[in-house]
């Protein structure tokens, strides 16, 4: 997190922040208020076809509960199993976004299924857990984080710490931090929260043309937004809400971030599988702003790869930490958006151009991660014995990769099975360091093949000491020291190494762990870290980084009751607890993907290893 400074705001204050239409102190404004507050802010989008599979996922304990509290009963429809689209656990498959050429002719109704294994289902999922004093706590904690817009929630506030006299920018609603409390809440069953947020976030979005390097630009989502009382004309006895975004004008660096986009598209098509609220992707505003993102993800370049090109510090790791060009955790983002892109996008003609570009990019992308990042003991052997300056289109060594880069820890670290995908790929350069989260979700969204998967769980249970210890989970593995640290870092004060991005343990990404143990059919997994983190969350104030080289201590500059620590806790917990609905947020293997390849545009590109690739996942 970086500290919040006025740069800007004051200047821009008509384009920067949204009114809230509920003005604060006068009785005959709140009136209207709430008269307005029926209106929807957005147009909806009359689309003549409805998804006739939409509906919700059968709910929690909690969720159920709370729905008997207050009158009203629920009646869930039981889920269809499809073999054949089913993950690696043998999971249930829930349905999809179909396109709308694609719907079924019918839908059998839900009277169909077997009352008696309808009510057993039923039973088993609704069936009350006590919860932990641990999660109980974390509840409560995450129910303080939350900010209203209008006397609605709209999301959580990064940090929470009533301890703490200095906020910096740990008041603000960020995008990227916000989805794992989301998707606690949605799995509690509490899923406003959720749509406010990203239909306010979306009306942030910047949609203008700019020519002003200072402005975002078109497609951009903020970083985060802070909700700001301000006097309403100039009348200090009466006040309005409005909110403030940040586009990295307040950032350390004064980076804009290229993730928010991603994950906001992310956690969109996780609200719709799981509520079955499919006219909310339909509607004009949220098909333009995915549309946006995407195009401005999309855009031609002076780049030749098909991954996405970004400056240092511009995803979580929001810091100078040499991982410019093309990150992994980026690419795994930008795979996962554009695999659920496909899926929200209405099928019209303004779309079919998209999707197309979509399909073509999601081919290329695929093949160039797995084929180029992906490294084991068979890779770093081959290229070990690498030729340099190869100039024709047969070269092995495509990138010009000197066999002097491979690290001295590699050499000895490398387990001879299993494997993992390299945090970065340029020319003449390998960033062989291990980004948890960039792994962790190459496997979420089958950006891995199935074997590769595999193999990033079969090293991090080899490597569990180093990667895990005494608090899951490394957000980068080895630290940088002495000089390289100095160099690359500019000796950053905060990422000393084996702290904060250098090296430092993050409880939050145990949902994503979570998730990756899931989808692999490898749950004991997620339970052996959580079990790690529950020990010790609960005691050290939930912080937001632990350092050391075991993570025994916690981060020397970590803020207490971190929100995303809170929240990982608790998705962990959930998705464990109800391990089918980690499909709103998986992708399951496309093999069409692998079917269409750039070499093919060329007669003089005659290797090419995509039918090797293939053959992992057909093989």
């Given at each position: 997190?970086?500290g919040q400074?006025?740069m800007?705001?004051?200047a821009?204050a008509?384009?920067?922040?949204?009114?809230c239409r509920r003005?604060?102190l006068?009785?005959?404004t709140?009136a209207a208020?709430?008269?307005a507050a029926?209106?929807p802010?957005?147009?909806r989008c009359?689309?003549?076809h409805h998804?006739p599979h939409g509906?919700?996922?059968p709910?929690l304990?909690?969720a159920?509960?709370?729905?008997?509290q207050?009158?009203?009963?629920?009646s869930?429809?039981?889920v269809?199993?499809?073999?054949?689209?089913?993950?690696s656990?043998n999971?249930?498959?829930?349905?999809?976004v179909?396109?709308?050429?694609?719907?079924p002719?019918?839908?059998?109704?839900?009277?169909?299924?077997?009352p008696a294994?309808?009510?057993?289902e039923?039973?088993?999922?609704?069936e009350?857990?006590?919860?932990?004093d641990?999660?109980?706590?974390?509840?409560?904690l995450l129910?303080r984080?939350?900010v209203?817009?209008c006397?609605?929630p709209?999301?959580?506030?990064?940090?929470?710490?009533p301890?703490?006299t200095e906020?910096?920018?740990y008041?603000?609603?960020f995008i990227?931090?916000?989805?794992p409390s989301?998707l606690a809440?949605?799995?509690?069953?509490?899923?406003?929260i959720?749509?406010?947020f990203?239909?306010h976030t979306?009306?942030?979005?910047?949609?203008?043309k700019t020519v002003?390097?200072?402005?975002?630009?078109?497609?951009?989502m903020p970083a985060?937004?802070?909700?700001?009382t301000?006097?309403l004309?100039?009348?200090?006895?009466?006040?309005?809400?409005?909110?403030?975004?940040?586009?990295?004008?307040s950032?350390i660096?004064r980076?804009a971030?290229?993730d928010?986009?991603?994950?906001?598209?992310?956690l969109?098509r996780a609200?719709c599988?799981?509520?079955?609220?499919?006219?909310?992707?339909?509607?004009v505003?949220?098909?333009t702003?995915?549309?946006l993102?995407?195009?401005l993800?999309?855009?031609?370049g002076?780049?030749?790869?098909?991954?996405?090109?970004?400056?240092?510090?511009?995803?979580?790791i929001?810091?100078r930490m040499?991982i410019?060009?093309?990150?992994?955790?980026i690419?795994?983002l930008f795979?996962?958006a554009?695999?659920?892109?496909?899926?929200?996008?209405?099928?019209?003609?303004?779309?079919?151009?998209l999707?197309r570009?979509?399909n073509?990019?999601?081919?290329?992308l695929?093949?160039?991660?797995r084929?180029?990042?992906?490294v084991d003991m068979k890779?770093?052997?081959?290229?070990?014995?690498?030729?340099t300056?190869?100039?024709?289109h047969?070269a092995?060594?495509?990138?010009?990769?000197?066999p002097e880069?491979?690290?001295s820890w590699l050499?000895d670290?490398?387990?001879?099975k299993?494997g993992y995908?390299i945090?970065?790929?340029?020319?003449?350069h390998?960033?062989?360091?291990?980004?948890?989260?960039g792994n962790?979700?190459?496997?979420?969204?089958?950006l891995?093949?199935?074997k590769?998967?595999e193999?990033?769980l079969?090293?991090?249970?080899e490597k569990?000491?180093?990667?895990?210890a005494n608090?899951p989970l490394k957000i980068c593995?080895p630290?940088m020291?002495?000089?390289?640290?100095?160099i690359?870092?500019?000796s950053?004060?905060?990422?000393?190494?084996?702290?904060y991005?250098?090296g430092?343990?993050?409880?939050t990404?145990?949902?994503?762990?979570t998730?990756?143990c899931?989808k692999?059919?490898?749950?004991?997994?997620?339970?052996r870290a959580?079990?790690?983190a529950e020990?010790?969350?609960?005691?050290d104030k939930?912080p937001?980084?632990?350092?050391?080289r075991?993570?025994r201590?916690v981060?020397?500059?970590?803020?207490?009751?971190q929100t995303w620590?809170?929240a990982?806790f608790?998705t962990?917990?959930?998705l464990?607890?109800?391990?089918?609905?980690a499909?709103?947020l998986?992708c399951?293997?496309?093999?069409?993907?692998?079917?269409?390849?750039?070499c093919?545009?060329?007669?003089?590109?005659?290797?090419?290893?995509r039918?090797?690739?293939?053959?992992h996942?057909?093989?």
């Open positions: 997190m970086s400074t006025p800007g705001l004051a821009a008509a384009a920067a922040v949204r009114p003005r604060l006068s009785s005959a709140a208020a709430a008269t029926a209106t802010l957005f147009p009359p689309h003549p998804h509906r919700r996922f709910f304990a909690s159920a509960s709370q729905a008997s207050s009158g009203q009963t629920t869930p429809t039981p269809p199993a499809d073999p054949r689209a089913a993950v656990g999971l249930p498959f829930f349905d999809r179909l396109f709308p050429d694609s719907f002719v019918e839908t059998p109704p839900a009277e169909e299924t077997a294994a309808a009510d057993e039923l039973a088993s999922v609704t009350a857990r006590e919860e932990t641990t999660e109980r706590e974390a509840w409560r129910r984080a939350v209203s817009y006397g609605a709209v999301g959580t506030v990064a940090a929470e710490d301890e703490c906020t910096l920018n008041d603000q609603v990227r931090d916000f989805v989301a809440f949605l799995m509690r069953g509490e899923t406003e959720v749509r406010n990203l239909l979306l009306q942030l979005q910047s949609w203008e002003d390097c200072y402005s975002p630009g078109q497609g951009l985060s937004f802070k909700i700001r301000v006097p004309d100039d009348n200090n006895e009466a006040f309005e809400e409005v909110l403030d975004p940040d586009f990295g004008e950032a660096g980076v971030p290229v928010s986009g991603l994950w906001w598209i992310i969109l609200y599988k799981i509520t079955g609220d499919y006219a909310l992707q339909e509607r505003d949220v098909q702003g995915i549309k993102i995407l195009s993800c999309l855009s031609d002076f780049d030749m790869f098909p991954t996405l090109l970004v400056t240092d510090g511009s995803c979580m929001d810091r040499g410019h060009g093309h990150p992994l955790e690419q795994a795979y996962s554009l695999r659920c892109s496909r899926e929200v996008l209405v099928v019209n003609d303004g779309s079919k151009n999707l570009a979509i073509s990019r999601l081919s290329a695929s093949f160039h991660i084929e180029y990042y992906w890779k770093i052997n081959e290229i070990y014995r690498y030729k300056e190869e100039y024709s047969d092995t060594n495509k990138f010009n990769i000197y880069q491979i690290p050499v670290w490398i387990p001879e299993g995908l945090g970065n790929l340029q020319p003449a390998m960033d062989f360091r291990f980004f948890s989260l962790l979700w190459a496997i979420a969204s089958s891995t093949t199935p590769q998967a193999g990033i079969s090293l991090i249970e569990w000491d180093d990667l895990v608090m593995y630290a020291e002495d000089d390289e640290w100095r690359i870092t500019g950053d004060p905060k990422n000393t190494p084996w702290s991005h250098n430092g343990s993050w409880p990404l145990l949902w994503q762990f998730l990756a899931i692999m059919g490898r749950p004991e997994l997620a339970r959580i079990a790690v020990e010790r969350l609960t005691a939930w937001e980084y632990y350092d050391t075991s993570g201590f981060g020397k500059q970590s803020r207490s009751y620590t809170i990982g608790l962990s917990k959930m464990l607890e109800n391990p089918e609905l499909s709103i998986t399951d293997e496309d093999l069409d993907l692998l079917e269409g390849c750039a093919c545009l060329s007669k003089k590109r005659t290797r090419c290893s039918r090797a690739a293939k053959s996942i057909v093989g």
